[in-house]
Nanobody, 124 residues
């Protein structure tokens, strides 16, 4: 089992950047594929980005390609989401999730463990 804790959220002006972190407990972080999701008020949770266990494969929601970058450091049990050129519509609670599979998936039910989320608010 793994426990995930997100951090790095906050309030930022449009055009700014934030880097979110997802830190995992346990010694088996490296076997998990990690996904980032977000949920805006009144909307369903949606896939943002995913990264395979060794960082060799990444996948992004089409609408976010070029602005968001996912990465991981298995030695630190941490995954990251670098968000640039932020827009007000990026405002949401951002969650990281882990799955015991070798490929990234976009479906919520594909993931076994979830963090509690971190709020990102982008002002115009």
């Amino acid at each position: 089992q793994v426990q995930l804790v997100e951090s790095g959220g906050g309030l930022v002006q449009a055009g700014g950047s934030l880097r979110l972190s997802c830190t995992a407990s346990g010694r088996t972080f490296s076997i998990y594929t990690i996904g980032w999701f977000r949920q805006a008020p009144g909307k369903e949770r949606e896939f943002v980005a995913g990264i395979t266990w060794n960082g060799g494969g990444t996948y992004y929601a089409d609408s976010l390609k070029g602005r968001f970058t996912i990465s991981r450091d298995n030695a630190k049990n941490t995954a990251y989401l670098q968000m640039n050129s932020l827009k007000p519509e990026d405002t949401a609670v951002y969650y990281c999730a882990a799955r015991r599979g070798t490929s990234t998936k976009v479906g919520l039910d594909e993931y076994d463990y979830w963090g509690q989320g971190t709020q990102v608010t982008v002002s115009s």
